[in-house]
RNA sequence: GCGCGCGUGGCGAAACUGGUAGACGCAGCGGACUUAAAAUCCGCAGCCGCAAGGCAUGGGGGUUCGAGUCCCUCCGCGCGCACCA
């Protein structure tokens, strides 16, 4: 054993055994308990980043715990190879999106496995590849013979300049990010997937999820957002023709507070009526500017104009005015909405601002009401008041009472309202799976033949910003209608890539299939037993890849209805943020690396300034690590100085999985420092020469007190990698142990068999955390087997045991004292050593002791007046 | 704006089921070793106070013998908001 640690040796030496060994190849056996182990997977953005690096490490933790648990563990690795970064790095560069991605992934892919993770490679999925695509292509088809799949038309940000649909990050202030064009929304033809069909399913399941953070199934369950209310038809005639608007309301209960409608500027009322107004025209041209997102438009300053149409209330038959609101939207319901400023913050803000009437029709114990004052009970649930035969009902008897009034005049009808939406996966891009269609003049849209599967994505265009250059490449484009032979027209829209991140968990579980999506081997590895990955995927993906599950259930194609047993969602990384605001121009973003901080003499920090120029920048607080912050720190610089296991012990240490963790060079450093010291501590035990078999009887009370600190680190560790997935306070546990062996007096050899025991817990104890440098430790130790192969030990119950306690006495609510005690004594005789305690007695004094509550093992708390 | 979280020493955090607030680590200070420095080792350390003791878990209020933990409210920060992934 070397005298002082090298991480690069040590970690290729344990890197080339797992290599050589096919630690980590998993195969399936259904005589053993299965183990999948499952990361979000990375989009090759070029490098890894620490984000990355915390995710995969957590993985790897849980996986080579419960490796040794005995489980047989799959923990796979892929590519989110589709996506805009490709697209805008081949504009930057003109290099094909193809070849920029798989050059990412052979870097990225190098260093993943120089960190040493247990990744069985011969799993790898990445999805820009056509074995893996063909069957999203294919299961596409298999939605559109079910009719879960279906075309409608969509809402989408257009830059009139470049001619082009942008992503909603493209679009900064309203403006398409390269032209600076105003952006105009626009209504373009779409493919749809009907989430909402498993609306139902996917809310009514989060109950079963246990292994999943509650606050995550709360945000689904509110994004799902089930709503029980009354769709509300109000007639009007257009021209000739008698039609109706159409509204949705969970607060029928407020229907004769209805003063005004608002529709949608694109709605055929709002362009009936804008080509008889100029200035309603131009109204409603602004309204289709700005983007389509809907963070924008909720903290859009609310306007509209009046149409000088107006609509039938269906109960009273008044004459109800028609706006356009820039806040409504076309995609959502019907693009109308009714406005009730009596009982609705937003549209009481409305009408004051346009004059239009307000209305109380519901009353909440008898509270004066005032038009000229919103306050929040005016939402509340009350009574009907100014509502005609109405008035006096509750909000459940009113809304009743109206719905079936309606429905009776056909006018209305209560309806299960979802917030969720289908899913639009039509993406006018090229760097994406295509969509398998064909457009005949004759035959309409044919889908592409399952045996003409996949269609091919070509792999060489260059992207340039206007448009897709898929649609002008006429070897892509031309093609036969399968139906009827004539010369038609290919689809060029490509899929959404939550497609692709949907299902990649159930192909990890079949590789090498080119015949089927899935085989049975999903059913043995599926669910995963254990995803990880960031909160920032809470809902989408996630909710996303629970519906293409069920998708491929109802096709017979999986057992399973849900994907991820156990939900662990990882915080950001985040990292100082340091900046100069000129008097001109763009603010400029300094890497942390580079800046320098300035404390005063107890450490606080006073200020900061660039190293290059000495000169002060400002400090941004504390922000997720990103690009357009510049805060990012490069894992691989780090592994370079520190070695692997350093950035794994660092990255587990800082902070629970679960929370925001900040990056600090120092404490990094400290990891190493930690390593250093264990290094030392085994090769100063090992080098001290043999070590006897441990005599339990034959220990001192210092040599008792170390066993039983060891195995309730054992104990400890196990339940945090366990139970609490808390690594950080597992990481805590083997320092207190390693500090404790350190100080042990280990002169004799009973102690030396003492200290051997410890040592080697410690090093099982780290192993899932460090897993390089105590595959070495445990050699060292005398073991020829590697540490990743060795069961997990259980604690000795007979090394826990302890003879006396020390509790804590509070005297009206305040630690004053503390005695010991036997660990078996009666409550009895704890409440009188307690009260016999002469600090006790003191903070008694002359007052009663009214009451004594002793809570076994913990404390005594004494109650006097 | 809406939905969901988080807030504890100079800093990252611990306190798991309502029961000793600050384990472990970073930075800091003092000492040992060294010609010296680095590395390493030993020790000190929430704040106020000589001490006794008091005050402290973002602010305010409540429940309880007892609250970082439960409830109400306000403030700050983070994540998501459907075409970033």
Same mark, same amino acid.
């Given at each position: 054993m070397h005298e002082t640690y090298d991480p690069v040796a040590v970690e290729a030496a344990a890197q080339r055994h797992w290599d050589s060994a096919g630690t980590f190849r998993a195969l399936e056996d259904p005589g053993r308990e299965k183990y999948y182990c499952l990361s979000m997977f990375p989009?090759?953005?070029g490098r890894l980043h620490m984000g990355h690096v915390r995710n995969y490490t957590i993985g790897d933790v849980i996986s080579r715990f419960m490796r040794m648990q005995g489980r047989n563990v799959l923990q796979p690795m892929g590519w989110? /190879?589709?996506?805009l970064p490709a697209e805008n790095a081949a504009m930057a560069n003109g290099v094909p999106p193809a070849r920029w991605t798989y050059e990412n992934i052979a870097t990225m892919k190098r260093q993943l496995q120089a960190l040493g993770f247990g990744l069985d490679w011969s799993r790898e999925v990445t999805t820009c590849r056509p074995e893996y695509y063909r069957w999203n292509q294919w299961l596409f088809l298999r939605m559109l013979e079910k009719g879960i799949a279906y075309q409608k038309t969509g809402t989408v940000n257009w830059d009139p300049v470049d001619q082009t649909v942008l992503a909603n990050e493209q679009v900064i202030d309203g403006r398409g990010w390269r032209t600076g064009a105003l952006i105009e929304k626009r209504e373009i033809p779409m493919y749809y997937l009907g989430i909402t069909a498993y609306a139902e399913e996917l809310l009514g399941a989060l109950d079963g999820l246990e292994g999943w953070p509650e606050r995550v199934r709360t945000m689904q369950a509110n994004w799902i957002g089930k709503s029980e209310g009354v769709t509300i038809a109000f007639p009007y005639r257009l021209g000739e023709e008698a039609r109706t608007l159409k509204v949705f309301t969970t607060r029928a209960d407020t229907l004769f507070g209805v003063t005004f409608v608002a529709v949608a500027a694109e709605h055929p009322l709002a362009a009936h009526a804008a080509a008889l107004d100029p200035a309603l025209a131009a109204f409603v041209e602004e309204c289709k500017r700005g983007s389509v997102m809907e963070a924008d438009l909720a903290t859009l300053d609310k306007r509209g104009m009046a149409t000088g149409l107006s609509v039938t209330h269906p109960l009273t038959g008044a004459a109800v005015p028609v706006w356009v609101g820039n806040y409504v939207l076309m995609g959502y319901g019907e693009g109308a909405v009714m406005g009730v400023p009596g009982h609705d913050e937003r549209d009481f803000a409305f009408a004051r601002k346009y004059g239009l009437p307000i209305r109380q029709v519901i009353d909440v114990g008898g509270q004066p009401y005032s038009g000229e004052r919103w306050q929040s009970w005016y939402a509340e649930y009350g009574r009907c008041v100014g509502s005609g035969r109405y008035d006096g009902l509750d909000h459940a008897a009113a809304v009743a009472a109206i719905a079936a009034d309606l429905e009776a005049r056909g006018l209305g009808a209560r309806q299960v309202q979802w917030r969720l939406r289908d899913w639009g996966i039509s993406r006018q891009r090229y760097w994406g799976c295509p969509i398998p269609l064909i457009h005949c003049t004759g035959c309409g849209i044919v889908p592409v033949p399952d045996q003409d599967l996949p269609v091919v994505l070509p792999e060489d265009l260059v992207p340039d910003g206007s448009g897709n250059p898929l649609a002008k490449l006429q070897s892509f484009v031309a093609c036969r209608c399968p139906r009827c032979g004539a010369a038609a027209r290919r689809e060029t829209d490509t899929m959404d890539t939550f497609v692709d991140s949907s299902w990649y968990f159930l192909r990890y579980a079949c590789?090498?299939?080119? #015949? /089927?999506?899935?085989? /049975?081997r999903a059913n043995y590895w599926l669910p995963a037993d254990q995803y990880i990955g960031?909160?920032?995927? /809470?809902i989408l993906h996630l909710l996303y890849s629970r519906f293409w599950t069920r998708v491929m259930r109802d096709l017979g194609?999986?057992?399973?209805?849900?994907?991820?047993?156990n939900l662990l969602t990882q915080g950001m990384v985040r990292n100082a943020i340091y900046f100069r605001k000129p008097a001109t121009g763009r603010v400029a973003y300094f890497n942390p690396a580079d800046v320098e901080v300035l404390t005063d003499a107890k450490g606080q920090v006073t200020g900061a300034r660039l190293k290059a120029d000495g000169q002060p920048v400002e400090s941004g607080g504390i922000g997720t690590m990103s690009k357009s912050k510049n805060n990012g720190v490069d894992p691989q610089a780090f592994i370079d100085r520190y070695g692997a296991d350093t950035a794994r012990l660092f990255m587990m240490f800082a902070a629970p999985p679960d929370l925001s963790l900040d990056w600090s060079d120092e404490a990094a450093e400290g990891a190493s420092r930690f390593l250093k010291r264990l290094w030392r501590a085994v090769h100063a035990h090992v080098t001290a020469g043999p070590t006897p078999a441990l005599d339990? #009887? #034959?220990?001192s009370a210092t040599d008792r007190a170390l066993r039983r600190l060891a195995h309730q680190t054992l104990a400890k560790v196990t339940d945090d990698y366990g139970r609490r997935r808390t690594f950080n306070t597992a990481i805590a546990a083997v320092m207190e142990l390693l500090n404790a062996i350190t100080r042990h007096d280990a002169s004799t050899p009973v102690a030396r068999a003492v200290v051997h025991e410890a040592l080697e817990f410690a090093v099982l104890g780290l192993s899932p955390v460090v897993p390089h440098i105590t595959h070495a430790l445990w050699h060292a130790l005398g073991h020829p087997r590697a540490v990743i192969d060795e069961p997990w030990p259980a604690a000795d119950p007979a090394a826990l045991v302890q003879e006396a306690v020390e509790l804590v006495v509070q005297v009206n609510g305040k630690v004053r004292s503390r005695i010991q005690v036997a660990v078996d004594a009666g409550e009895d005789a704890v409440r009188a050593a307690a009260l016999a305690d002469p600090t006790v007695q003191r903070f008694v004094g002359a007052q009663t002791v009214r009451k004594v509550i002793v809570v076994p093992g913990k404390l005594v708390s004494v109650v006097a007046h």
């Open positions: 989009y090759p953005s989110d /190879a589709f996506g590789p090498g299939n080119d #015949a /089927a999506m899935v085989d /049975a960031g909160i920032e995927h /809470a194609l999986v057992g399973v209805s849900e994907p991820f047993q339990p #009887a #034959a220990l």
